[in-house]
């Protein structure tokens, strides 16, 4: 009898009294896990496959101990640029054993209710956050139309403040600054 099943992000083929290793987990050592979210089972040639897990079945395993895996290398080099970089890396992993593998009569665990409480407290504040964007746009209308008048002048080009400047009867245009023409059209 062997399952595919999916621990700590990875999906492993594993079978009774095999020795795994893993990413790390958060249990500690001599403790005793379940990984319930199994793929596949295979029951001597009587084949079960979940979509994408299989209800009721779960995988047992007792965590042996936390170690960190091989050295691995990086190097990096760019060839004539005396570019040359060497990182290392040593996963940290974790070593079980699995006892049991149930077919059937296995209940969920503990985590993935704690997971969707988390999550509905959330929807509850998503609500409260668009009331608060809702009324930010209501005081942005009851600004003063100066500024609304700013903003259209600061959308304008040089030659059209200069324009504008002329028709209004402000001197020494030549001179001015795009700001200065703005601030002297906001008067």
């Known amino acids: 009898m062997y399952a595919i099943v999916e621990i700590a992000g990875q999906q492993f083929k594993v079978a009774k009294d095999q020795k795994v290793y893993v990413h790390r ?45 091989d050295k691995v290398i990086v190097f990096k080099k760019k060839r004539r640029k005396g570019y040359r970089v060497k990182n290392g890396h040593r996963q940290s992993l974790t070593e079980i054993i699995i006892e049991n593998i ?21 929807k509850e504040a ?30 304008k080009t040089v030659a059209e403040l200069k324009e504008m400047a002329k028709a209004a009867g402000i001197e020494g245009i030549s001179s001015m600054k795009k700001a200065d023409l703005i601030a002297a059209l906001s008067k």
Do not use: R, Y
């Open 25 to 69: 987990l958060a249990t500690e050592e001599g403790k005793k896990v379940s990984f319930d979210n199994v793929l596949l089972l295979d029951d001597n040639g009587k084949v079960t496959i979940g979509a994408p897990a299989i209800d009721g079945a779960a995988v047992e395993a007792k965590v042996v101990k936390h170690l960190k895996g």
């Open 102 to 122: 149930k077919a059937s009569g296995a209940k969920k665990a503990a985590p993935a209710k704690a997971k969707a409480e988390k999550a509905a407290p959330k």
């Open 126 to 155: 998503a609500p409260k956050a668009k009331a608060k964007t809702e009324a930010k746009p209501a005081a942005k209308k009851a600004a003063p139309k100066k500024e609304a008048a700013s903003d259209d002048l600061s959308k």
